[in-house]
Nanobody
């Protein structure tokens, strides 16, 4: 069983920054690929970013490329999402997720590939 707990959400003005964190349980965290998704009210959950087990390979949605950065600290069993140049359309609940199979190399934009999910953290960007 893997538990994921997100933190760092909040209210920020357009153009500002936030850093989300996802704390994970489990001794095999360093073998998981990790991802961030988001869901705005009335919309489907959408992919934001993914990172492989070692952190040397990442994948971003076009809508956040160049503004968001995903990273991980395996020693601290944590994955981060640095969000810069935020826009009102980034407003959503942000979820951390883990792929515990595929030896941590699978970078997937598909929600169904992820085995475990956090409870989410709200990010609100005001105009």
């Amino acid at each position: 069983q893997v538990q994921l707990v997100e933190s760092g959400g909040g209210l920020v003005q357009a153009g500002g920054s936030l850093r989300l964190s996802c704390a994970a349980s489990g001794r095999r965290f360093s073998s998981y690929a990790m991802g961030w998704f988001r869901q705005a009210p009335g919309k489907e959950r959408e992919f934001v970013a993914a990172i492989n087990w070692s952190g040397d390979s990442t994948y971003y949605a076009d809508s956040v490329k160049g503004r968001f950065t995903i990273s991980r600290d395996n020693a601290k069993i944590t994955v981060h999402l640095q969000m810069d140049s935020l826009k009102p359309e980034d407003t959503a609940v942000y979820y951390c997720a883990a792929i515990t199979t595929a030896w941590g190399v699978k970078l997937s934009p598909k929600a169904w590939d992820y085995d475990y999910w956090g409870q989410g953290t709200q990010v609100t960007v005001s105009s």
